[in-house]
């Protein structure tokens, strides 16, 4: 029976049919191959997976002390299934993006061995991107602005962070706030945007066209409303760039006041939004910073093309650098160091994340109602629709799933595999029978998946009972895989202890040039495939306030 529990309430129940004929959801044959399968969800996935056994990846560089079994210095030991990052190596990674659109792990930089640049150097290299080297104002303020806005995401999720008031100033660090506003709109913010002296410009008045054309409400200084906590969640501070001198007039003055009185609310313990600095807090000077220390105190800065000298005296718990367009040219003019941007980040961390509380941490899910007369009658055919809705959304590996398995002992032990195909049987997936997983599954054939799809805020468990896969759908798969791959299955001697990885190597290259004629690889006898036939289903869309839905079917 199926049945939907969702914490305070349970749904009636909905019978489920006998599985019906299914064919397969992809030909694993086929999954490193799309041009064999076009129709198939799977074969457009990557063949290289983080999840695959260490032999799938000979060229990863391990040390020589490599074991399975010990649990001594578990911050150094590595097994020839996987490994372990040194517990040091923890201290080098930083905040990573949960939404869709994410941007990999932000490498942390130390702010004492990054670049720091004056007003005049500053200056200096605004004149040469916008001189000889080719580049318009509008395409600057645009990547400065994408930058801004992806800062902001990768921080303050919408879903918690949802309103948000872009107060911007008449120069470039205004339209850069515009630029910003149009783009958090379309990651799923509701912006606001103050903007009370306009530059009479064709460039910026396109900005405003754009933001008009969204809907996005302008309001007057007027208009706003005098608690700035009470409506807002991020404050974007766009006033004021690094080219500012002097006192702030009429009307920033009073809006950098009525930023600096939120830091009252912080110390009464009450909500207060957070503030986003546009490379330069405003009224800070551009070297100095914060003179009288009566100014605003950001949460995040955003320094855009390389930090200002000010931001040494930024202490809010999130820096980030944008503004990816700085040439070489420039970097060797100016000496520059400056971080790595990861992947396609249009922005990277500077200094150490905040501390974190881990029993704060927590997502507020906003998903769409798991309807009843929504589900499909046979759980496989829901699974299905699950599995292609993860793959349309562009998630990474959806073919990833846990395995737990339970040994004689009654010790569990889970670890991530892909799955390589599913029909109205069950789930099918490859290893080693030699490894861990599959000596516990000789001594208790159950086990349990569970799919994670991020993005969606779903996941599914199935429980069920284990089988080895026939000879002849193992060959048909080992032989559809990469020559490498199948090179790598016969070197692994998963769960065991690795001399070095050299050894790897040789055998490699010696299996390498015994078949460099083409031959037939044949398959080793102790690799080979396993299905799970499902007995039980669990499937769980997160909602709001932990009232997530969830739907059971028990096949037994």
């Known amino acids: 029976m199926w049945n939907l ?96 659109g994410r941007m990999g792990d932000r490498v942390i930089q130390n702010p004492d061995s990054i670049s720091y640049l004056g007003q005049r150097e500053a200056a200096e290299i605004d004149e040469l991107l916008m001189g000889p080297l080719g580049f318009s104002v509008d395409q600057l303020m645009e990547l400065a602005g994408f930058s801004v806005a992806t800062s902001i995401a990768e921080v303050y999720k919408a879903g918690e962070y949802n309103r948000v008031l872009a107060i911007c100033g008449p120069g470039n660090n205004g339209g850069d706030g515009l630029v910003a506003a149009r783009h958090l709109h379309h990651f799923g913010y509701k912006p606001v945007v103050c903007y009370p002296k306009r530059t009479p410009k064709p460039l910026y008045s396109g900005l405003v066209t754009q933001i008009e054309s969204l809907s996005i409400p302008f309001l007057s200084v007027e208009d706003l409303p ?29 809006l950098i006041q009525r930023l600096v009185s939120l830091r009252h609310y912080d110390q009464a313990h009450q909500k207060s939004p957070v503030i986003v600095s546009v490379d330069i807090p405003s009224g800070w000077h551009v070297e100095e910073g914060d003179m009288g220390g009566e100014g605003i105190k950001p949460d995040m800065l955003v320094s855009l093309t ?29 000496n520059l160091r400056l971080p790595p941007y990861p992947g396609t980040a249009m922005c990277v961390r500077i200094g150490k994340p905040p501390k974190i509380d881990i029993s704060a941490l927590r997502e507020n899910y906003i998903s769409p109602e798991l ?37 004689k002992q009654g010790k569990p032990s889970s670890r991530m595999v892909l799955l390589k195909g599913i029909d109205k049987d069950g789930f099918v997936w490859y290893t080693n029978y030699e490894s861990r997983k599959a000596r516990e599954l000789s001594d208790n054939s159950h086990a349990s998946l569970l799919f994670y799809w991020e993005g969606l805020n779903r996941q599914v468990r199935v429980e069920g009972s284990v089988q080895k896969v026939s000879d002849e759908e193992s060959e048909q798969y080992f032989h559809s895989r990469p020559r490498g791959s199948q090179l790598g299955a016969i070197v ?6 690795v001399p070095g990885r050299h050894v790897l190597h040789q055998q490699y290259k010696e299996l390498e040039e015994k078949f460099s004629d083409g031959s037939m690889i044949p398959k080793p006898k102790h690799w080979g495939g396993y299905r799970l036939q499902p007995e039980l289903f ?10 997530h839905d969830r739907w059971f079917s028990s096949h037994l």
Request: glycine share 4%; with cysteine.
């Open 5 to 100: 529990a969702r914490k305070s309430r349970i749904m009636t129940c909905l019978s489920t049919a006998h599985h019906s004929s299914l064919p397969p959801i992809f030909n694993a044959s086929n999954l490193r191959n799309p041009s064999r399968s076009p129709r198939s969800p799977l074969s457009k996935l990557s063949p290289f997976s983080p999840y695959l056994s260490l032999s799938l990846s000979p060229s990863l560089v391990l040390p020589s002390y490599l074991t399975t079994n010990s649990t001594a210095n578990k911050s150094t030991r590595l097994s020839a299934q996987g490994f372990l990052l040194p517990s040091s190596s923890l201290a080098i990674r930083s905040f990573c993006s949960k939404g869709s």
């Open 226 to 254: 005098s608690d700035l906590s009470k409506d807002f969640d991020i404050l974007v501070d766009a006033m004021f760039g690094f080219s500012f001198h002097g006192t702030p007039r009429p009307p920033f003055d009073d």
């Open 306 to 334: 390389a930090p200002k000298l000010c931001a040494k005296k930024f202490c809010g718990p999130h820096h980030f650098l944008g503004g990816r367009f700085v040439p070489p040219s420039i970097v060797d003019k100016y």
């Open 371 to 407: 309807l009843e007369e929504r589900v499909e009658a046979d759980p496989i055919h829901q699974f299905r629709k699950w599995f292609d809705d993860a793959v349309a959304a562009g998630l990474k590996e959806p073919n990833a799933m846990a395995l737990s398995t339970v040994g």
């Open 492 to 497: 692994s001697k998963q769960s065991t202890v």
């Open 538 to 547: 669990e499937f769980w869309q997160g909602q709001q306030s932990r009232l």
